[in-house]
């Protein structure tokens, strides 16, 4: 789906490279005006653009209206854009990349493989939903963004890297720093501030900030007040 990625068309032409194999599936009469009606511009998280390639084909298959399929297709962009960013960028890539990093410190260079066969696995397993459900459920796909799978997806893989986070910065803490009241405090005050978002469901990302920016903030603190 990024193939070819332009600031005109943004993902039109890998859109069009996607959904080649429909030309001949379907028989369409004219793949150069095909083509043409598919160069729209297109812009959507690619590892959940499926459900949009699975819509279309499905309308495709039924013989609808350009002007229907077109309108279906510009209105999964905000959806599989914000849906998609806040899934892979801010929760299920920063908790595997976590798991991978503490991985690397018991099993050496397999942790970086780890990283790469989970997320892979992951990101495959979503393509390969969006295009199943783009295809059973054609224009009614919209459905499929308002029921739970997102949101427990999501709170898991946020919780989880959270969990990782906290552990992977205490062993690190526990091997590189001597333990004294003003290391205590800053430790309680983050673990105190990790909770809440686990308990507010923020993402991993969002939380290891507040952590972070709340820590220099307490150290500058005790040091100059």
Same mark, same amino acid.
């Given at each position: 789906?990024?193939?070819?990625? #332009?600031?005109?068309?943004?993902?039109?032409?890998?859109? #069009?490279?996607?959904? =080649?194999?429909?030309?001949?599936?379907?028989?369409?009469?004219?793949? =150069?005006?095909?083509?043409?009606?598919? !160069?729209?511009?297109?812009?959507?998280?690619?590892? @959940?653009?499926?459900?949009?390639?699975?819509?279309?084909?499905?309308?495709?298959?039924?013989?609808?209206?350009?002007?229907?399929?077109?309108?279906?297709?510009?209105?999964?962009?905000?959806?599989?854009?914000?849906?998609?960013?806040?899934? @892979?960028?801010?929760?299920?890539?920063?908790?595997?990349?976590?798991?991978?990093?503490?991985?690397?410190?018991?099993?050496?260079?397999?942790?970086?493989?780890?990283?790469?066969?989970?997320?892979?696995?992951?990101?495959?397993?979503?393509?390969?939903?969006?295009?199943?459900?783009?295809?059973?459920?054609?224009?009614?796909?919209?459905?499929?963004?308002?029921?739970?799978?997102?949101?427990?997806? $999501?709170?898991?893989?946020?919780?989880?890297?959270?969990?990782?986070?906290?552990?992977?910065?205490?062993?690190?803490?526990?091997?590189?720093?001597?333990?004294?009241?003003?290391? =205590?405090? @800053?430790?309680?005050? =983050?673990?105190?501030?990790?909770?809440?978002?686990?308990?507010?469901?923020?993402?991993?990302?969002? $939380?290891? !900030?507040? #952590?972070?920016?709340?820590?220099?903030?307490?150290?500058?603190? !005790? $040091?100059?007040?």
């Amino acid at each position: 789906m990024q193939t070819g990625f #332009c600031y005109e068309r943004l993902q039109a032409l890998g859109w #069009c490279w996607v959904i =080649a194999p429909l030309v001949k599936r379907f028989q369409i009469p004219n793949p =150069a005006e095909f083509y043409q009606k598919n !160069l729209q511009p297109f812009n959507a998280n690619p590892y @959940i653009s499926t459900y949009a390639v699975g819509a279309v084909a499905r309308l495709e298959e039924e013989k609808k209206e350009p002007e229907e399929i077109q309108r279906v297709k510009n209105s999964l962009r905000g959806p599989l854009g914000s849906l998609g960013d806040n899934l @892979i960028w801010k929760n299920v890539r920063p908790a595997l990349l976590v798991l991978g990093i503490i991985a690397s410190g018991w099993i050496s260079f397999w942790g970086p493989i780890l990283f790469l066969v989970s997320f892979n696995a992951f990101q495959l397993y979503l393509r390969g939903r969006g295009l199943r459900k783009g295809f059973q459920l054609g224009e009614q796909i919209f459905v499929e963004f308002s029921g739970s799978f997102w949101r427990k997806v $999501t709170y898991f893989f946020g919780a989880l890297g959270a969990l990782l986070l906290g552990f992977w910065l205490i062993q690190k803490g526990a091997e590189y720093v001597s333990w004294n009241s003003e290391i =205590a405090f @800053i430790f309680l005050a =983050a673990l105190i501030l990790g909770l809440v978002g686990f308990y507010k469901r923020i993402s991993a990302f969002d $939380t290891f !900030l507040l #952590c972070l920016g709340s820590g220099v903030v307490i150290k500058f603190l !005790l $040091t100059f007040i």
